[in-house]
């Protein structure tokens, strides 16, 4: 049987920065070549305007994440944060209502971070029960929609030293005590790599939780082709070869402009046709 090739959509929260616009990255992204976008919060921009750049230009918006609570005060996320279960339902309707606007069938449900002062120790076992009751509530709410949840594992080593979930098995054993169908891992390559490496294996070991993954070269988060730890040639040929068939999302910081940093993946492209 024939490989299938590789789907990928850019992430318009780090990719087309060079637009202020959303909207006008939509249409950048479409002109580059994708075919899809991910946004990470889109809720600044009405989303009847999302709505009409996606259908204008033909570029479907598969992933958002709910909203990260007041960022201000140090939040990002709070699905898993004791004590805020009431703002983490109405972060995930409003996250519900531009999915549905926009018929983006991921939402990415932001764990948050272990509250300014406490130990991570201590505060593990609550912040875990939190964070699955609260996972079972968006599971049965996201169901009915046809929406699949999303957790994704955060580095503490460089990105947020307080972020809660923090490597894929932890992941793993979240999703076990949920116990819902449509609650999937999000794969980000450049968290995992910093902070349990073996990536071979642990795609392999959790593969059937994965409904989604993102790129980025290690460490200096930058396009697949600049210099790092990671081969992306094998790790497409390994994603190909296993089948892979949900979306890879472009999050990464383009080395020079956007446009400039799409050489890797025009080449991915053409050997693709």
């Not at 709505?51 to 960022?71: E, M, Q, W, Y």
């Not at 294996?201 to 790092?228: C, D, M, S, W």
């Amino acid at each position: 049987m024939p490989r299938l090739p590789l789907q990928f959509c850019a992430n318009i929260s780090w990719m087309f920065t060079e637009l202020p616009e959303l909207t006008q990255r939509i249409y950048a992204a479409a002109s580059a070549g994708f075919r899809a976008v991910e946004a990470a919060w889109p809720y600044d921009t009405p989303a009847e305007h999302l709505h009409r750049a996606s259908r204008d230009s033909g570029v479907r918006v598969v992933l958002i994440n709910t909203p990260p609570g007041d960022v201000k005060a140090g939040d990002l996320g709070l699905a898993a944060v004791p004590g805020r279960e009431a703002e983490f339902r109405q972060g995930l309707h409003l996250a519900l209502e531009y999915a549905n606007a926009l018929d983006c069938k991921r939402i990415h449900l932001m764990a948050g971070r272990v509250p300014a002062g406490c130990d991570r120790a201590h505060v593990a076992s609550e912040m875990e029960s939190t964070f699955v009751l609260n996972l079972k509530y968006a599971a049965d709410l996201l169901l009915k929609e046809g929406v699949t949840g999303l957790i994704e594992p955060i580095n503490t080593r460089i990105t947020d030293p307080r972020y809660f979930l923090d490597s894929p098995h932890h992941a793993a054993g979240i999703i076990e005590k949920v116990g819902k169908p449509n609650i999937k891992l999000q794969m980000d390559v450049f968290h995992w790599q910093i902070m349990d490496g073996n990536l071979t294996q642990n795609l392999k070991k959790y593969f059937p939780l994965i409904g989604h993954i993102q790129i980025a070269q290690v460490p200096e988060r930058n396009e697949p082709g600049t210099a790092g730890e990671l081969n992306y040639q094998y790790l497409f040929n390994t994603l190909e070869t296993m089948g892979y068939s949900e979306y890879i999302g472009c999050e990464y910081k383009p080395l020079r402009s956007t446009n400039e940093s799409l050489g890797w993946l025009r080449d991915y492209w053409t050997a693709s046709k």
